[in-house]
């Protein structure tokens, strides 16, 4: 088992660009979260999904989207990307209460 | 919303002494876990407590989850260099998003 897979590990943006950033899971966990992590500091909750075709906003969702058109995938899309954003992005599933994350992404915006 | 203070926010202590961080809420939970993220990596799960009092070890970890249902500890005993990483504790209160604290940065000196 794979686990939880984030793609792609690093990316540079330029202020406007667009992104999606791509996660997917092996372990048929309907639970599935994104968090930011920017330096020296804890986990927010951006968008979390309780089940394909579901998804409710967390702590900080404002420039970002999310969809879950399978249980498997649950890519985070930012629009218009602004410096603001360059942070660490995780995803996580659960069963419910544990949850299990990937490696991260690591995005610049410049 | 539901904070999760966690204490302290950094230690350094010398190779084989014992460590020892908790976390308080406000509110009850019903699960607490404790998390440990190294550089560049994702969280990893260390221990999970799902009833009040609960007493878990996992090698030379120790949790506890509070009579109380709003606090745990987390004990590390003789630490050693690889201990090294930021541990954060988490809770639910069932089916939403963990709430975490905002972590214990631990150094080790050997």
């Known amino acids: 088992n794979a686990g939880v897979t984030q793609t792609p590990k690093f990316r540079i943006l330029k202020i406007g660009q667009s992104m999606t950033l791509q996660c997917t899971q092996d372990m048929n966990h309907n639970y599935m979260y994104w968090y930011r992590q920017d330096p020296g500091m804890g986990l927010k909750l951006i968008y979390y999904s309780v089940g394909a075709g579901i998804t409710d906003k967390g702590e900080v969702p404002n420039g970002y989207n999310v969809s879950r058109s399978t249980t498997e995938d649950f890519p985070l899309r930012l629009e218009l990307a602004a410096p603001s954003q360059t942070s660490v992005y995780f995803c996580?599933?659960?069963?419910?209460?544990?949850?299990?994350f990937g490696p991260g992404t690591r995005l610049t915006v410049l | 919303g539901q904070q999760l203070n966690q204490s302290p926010q950094s230690m350094f202590i010398q190779e084989g002494e014992d460590v020892s961080m908790n976390c308080t809420s406000s509110s009850i939970f019903n699960t607490w876990l404790w998390y440990k993220q190294e550089p560049g990596e994702g969280p990893v799960l260390l221990i999970a407590l799902y009833k009040a009092g609960e007493l878990t070890s996992n090698g030379r970890l120790t949790a506890q989850f509070g009579i109380t249902r709003k606090d745990s500890f987390l004990n590390i005993s003789a630490s050693i260099p690889s201990d090294v990483g930021i541990y954060f504790c988490?809770?639910?209160?069932?089916?939403?998003?963990?709430?975490f604290g905002k972590g214990t940065r631990l150094s080790v000196i050997a």
């Open positions: 996580a599933t659960a069963v419910p209460n544990e949850q299990f």
């Open positions: 988490a809770g639910s209160t069932g089916n939403t998003p963990l709430v």
